[in-house]
């Protein structure tokens, strides 16, 4: 099974012939199985072989970026061209690139130009119909005209942004000491900034003043403002003939302006049909070179070395495309590929599918597994959904459930090509866990027997008699045992003044069951790993105390439970044999503590013998702390020594560490640490022993979640929705409806479910995975170019 | 009552009966494992929560109390 233990791995070297060298990488590229080793990790880029082609790369895809941002500036969408007409090489289309560049710079600048004249003369043109208002009523008075012995007074006019003015009334107030006169009149609408081609709200001055002094300074204060200054003729014909001169050129500047536009657009247009192609092209060349710069160059300089981690299942297909991208590159030399040992821990990899990759993700999450060692994940695509739905079990929730998730998958290949908000892609990534939760919790529903807190009667009415819910005037009443409901939890109990303590015992005790048996399968699983690297002394010293202690503590509090379930009449308090059991093992039935010297618990003995049962097996469970702690951290020492000695060898086998063991810090040839060993097995053993009360304590959060699911929808159901239908007035249970439906969907189907997802996810990662998933791996990083040029990888870059 | 908790245990082996031959026709062989395996591990659960709450109901210490009115 491909998803139990990870796929074994081989490191191998390829010498290839520097000719062949990059069609050799695009090949290993598309395979997608090739993870490279970087051989000159002490070089820095651009120390490195390969360093011009990389940069040239990023210089390309520099104006790629450029052309895109023009044509989103333009506003055209780039499209892709169904079939490319010719295919360029790197050094093609580089120059392409440099002509298209300087080409659309040029277009882009004599645009620029253009429009910054056409704004310029909007401008003036506005200025000329506006100041011409200012001047007509100082003509009808005629006070500049009748006099030419007075003194002259000199004028500026322009435009400038609106939001200044009153600071540049000021500012010139101040410097001419209050010797000018401002007019200002705001223009309707926007117009185009000539400067930054933005559209601004503008206002039309003119400030008269008198002397040259005065006007130098209101120059520098226009210019600081940002004001410009437009010629404004004081004669009234020639203020008409300009006016005539600026409209012909408009008209004429609107015509060229449009026609760079449109040439422009047109460059930029035949640039989009390539665009999308010629990035691809350039990102993956620029891959190609990244990766060959992790190559050695041999001192000849005729051939690259590489190392790299695969699979050994691609073996044979990594040796086809080597030897066609040899075969097609012309290379004198064939490329040369061959496995190296190596007492390096190779990377780990599982080939995961749809369903199986957001599992993977959840273990992963959580660490990435040790090379070989067994993988949670297998176990967990049952029982991270399974103990969810406890949890969350509802029928009607499950359903919601289920549609949600059924309309994810079934448009999944629609939905997967768009790229979601982030919680929405969360959850289509988790399609297949959600789909596996919903149906889970459907089935725990109807054993629950809930439908939104409502109890159904599918599986038969209640086996209780002797008592009628309809009948709800003759006080309270006791039902009589009638026999077992066959599936699920009897409908009679919900609502019941008994409901919570007859529930609460059977959760969590059900909890109790699940967690020992899960913890259980991790135990086992950790056996799995021990068999695996032939590691007998841990199995010895590990895997059997631990199931030993598990067993005859919990265990036997699990079979406790069910022999009392199963015995008619028993009223065994298990808690106290429990503790007891610490307290005083052999005496079972509390002798001589009741009255009159008779056993004080006598309903506390469930079978015969269980006195002494009990103290063999706090015996045992005691007895296999020690065994947990001392022998493995002596025999490794001894071990050691032993070697030391040079009394015996052993095979290096390439993935297994002399003694068997996946450890690492018993490297049998790097030194021993006998008190680092020690402490460590101190640590495991107490992390055990502990962690086996407090991780079974832990499973009663599936209780403790069901219970809180449970209430909430009942009193969403019985205090809002029943409520309303009670009142009997059709826009209350309108209302009522209302309220119940986006409770239900905000508090239970969203918050309720992630809650339980997050305790599921904590069971798995701490209570079943600490009892064997190391998780101390690296993860298979390919080089592969479907991952690097997938469309959305780019902004990354 | 025992009979139930029989006829029950082998309903569930029948379903997984069901799926393992489910499996077979479904998936090209060499690729089962897998779904062998979450199938037998689903009909697990479910049958122990089938029990656990079938057994939980044989022999109650707490009977239904309706409650009259308030």
């Known amino acids: ?797 | 009552m025992g009979g139930t908790i029989f006829w029950g245990t082998t309903f569930f082996i029948a379903l997984e009966v069901g799926f393992y031959f489910f499996v077979n026709t479904t998936w090209k062989a060499g690729d089962r494992q897998l779904q062998h395996l979450l199938f037998a591990t689903s009909v697990f659960c479910c049958w122990m929560m089938w029990a656990i709450i079938y057994m939980a109901q044989m022999n109650p210490l707490v009977v239904p109390v309706l409650s009259g009115p308030e």
């Open chain 1, 1 to 797: 099974m491909e998803l139990f233990r990870s796929e074994s791995m081989q490191l191998v070297q390829f010498i290839v012939p520097a000719e062949a060298a990059h069609d050799t990488v695009l090949a290993l590229g598309e395979i997608g199985l090739v993870q490279f080793k970087d051989m000159n990790p002490s070089k820095s880029g651009f120390q490195r072989t390969y360093y011009k082609q990389v940069k040239r790369c990023e210089e390309m895809l520099r104006k790629l970026r450029y052309f895109g941002e023009q044509m989103v500036k333009a506003g055209l969408i780039p499209m892709a061209q169904p079939a490319p007409d010719q295919a360029y090489t790197l050094d093609e289309l580089e120059a392409k690139l440099d002509d298209l560049e300087s080409e659309l710079r040029q277009i882009t600048n004599n645009t620029e130009k253009l429009r910054r004249g056409h704004s310029e003369l909007v401008e003036l043109q506005i200025v000329l119909e506006k100041a011409g208002g200012f001047f007509e009523p100082g003509a009808g008075s005629g006070s500049m005209q009748q006099d030419p012995e007075s003194v002259r007074l000199g004028f500026i006019c322009g435009v400038l942004p609106t939001q200044k003015t009153p600071s540049f009334e000021r500012i010139l107030f101040r410097a001419t000491r209050g010797n000018m006169y401002l007019k200002h009149s705001a223009i309707e609408g926007k117009i185009q900034d000539p400067a930054t081609g933005e559209m601004v709200e503008k206002t039309v001055y003119v400030v008269f003043f008198a002397g040259e002094r005065a006007r130098a300074k209101i120059l520098k204060i226009c210019e600081g403002f940002g004001a410009n200054r437009y010629p404004f003729p004081e004669d009234f014909s020639r203020q008409r003939q300009m006016n005539a001169e600026v409209t012909a050129r408009l008209g004429e500047l609107q015509e060229t302006l449009d026609a760079s536009i449109r040439h422009r657009n047109a460059a930029l247009s035949s640039i989009g049909h390539h665009h999308e192609l010629w990035t691809t092209l350039v990102r993956r060349e620029k891959a190609i070179y990244h990766t060959l710069n992790m190559f050695s160059i041999d001192v000849t300089r005729k051939c690259l070395v590489a190392e790299g981690w695969i699979p050994v299942a691609a073996k044979p297909r990594i040796q086809d495309a080597l030897f066609r991208a040899n075969r097609a590159s012309s290379a004198q030399m064939g490329t040369v590929f061959q496995p190296i040992n190596t007492d390096q821990a190779p990377p780990t990899y599982f080939p995961t599918n749809k369903v199986t990759a957001v599992f993977q993700g959840i273990v992963e999450a959580y660490g990435v597994g040790r090379y070989r060692e067994v993988n949670p994940t297998v176990f967990t695509i049952v029982t991270f959904p399974f103990l969810f739905a406890v949890m969350f079990g509802d029928f009607g929730h499950g359903v919601l459930m289920l549609l949600a998730a059924l309309y994810l998958v079934y448009n999944e290949k629609k939905l997967g090509k768009i790229r979601q908000q982030e919680i929405m892609q969360m959850m289509f990534d988790g399609r297949y866990c959600i789909l596996l939760m919903a149906i889970f919790s459907i089935y725990t529903g109807l054993l629950y027997n809930e439908c939104f807190s409502v109890p159904m009667n599918w599986f038969g009415t209640t086996k209780w008699t002797g008592c009628d819910p309809k009948n709800t005037s003759a006080g309270d009443q006791e039902c009589t045992y009638g026999g077992v409901y066959a599936f699920g939890v009897d409908p009679i109990w919900h609502g019941t003044k008994t409901e919570l303590p007859f529930l609460n015992s059977l959760k969590m005790k059900m909890s109790i069951i699940m967690g020992v048996t899960q913890m259980m399968l991790g135990i086992f699983m950790s056996l799995l790993n021990f068999l695996y690297t032939r590691d007998f002394l841990s199995i010895v010293c590990e895997f059997i105390p631990q199931v030993i202690f598990l067993g005859s503590l919990f265990g036997y509090l699990v079979i406790l439970m069910i022999m009392k379930w199963t015995t008619p009449g028993a009223t065994a308090d298990l808690y106290h044999v429990m503790i007891y059991m610490f307290l005083a093992p052999g005496n079972a039935d509390c002798a001589g503590e009741g009255a009159n010297g008779e056993p004080g618990c006598p309903e506390n003995v469930m079978f015969w013998g269980q006195g002494g049962f009990q103290v063999f097996l706090v015996l045992i469970a005691l007895a296999s702390v020690p065994v947990m702690l001392f022998p493995k951290p002596l025999i490794l020492k001894r071990r050691w020594e032993a070697r030391q000695r040079g009394e015996f060898y052993t095979a290096l086998d390439d993935h297994l560490n002399v003694d068997g063991s996946l450890d690492d810090h018993v490297h049998g040839d790097h030194g021993f640490d006998f008190s680092e060993t020690l402490v460590h097995q101190m640590i495991h053993t107490i992390e055990f022993v502990l962690g086996a009360v407090s991780n079974t304590a832990s499973y009663l959060r599936l209780w403790a979640l069901s219970l809180a699911h449970a209430q909430l929808s009942a009193v969403f159901w019985d205090r809002v929705f029943m409520a309303a239908v009670a009142t009997q007035n059709p826009v209350a249970m309108v209302v009522g409806f209302a309220v119940w439906a986006s409770a239900t969907i905000g508090v239970l189907m969203l918050m309720e479910s992630l809650s339980a997802f997050l305790h599921a996810l904590r069971l798995h990662w701490v209570e079943y995975q600490n009892k064997f998933y190391r998780g101390d791996g690296y993860k298979f990083a390919p080089f592969s170019l479907a991952e690097i040029l997938k469309p959305e990888a780019s902004e990354y870059e």
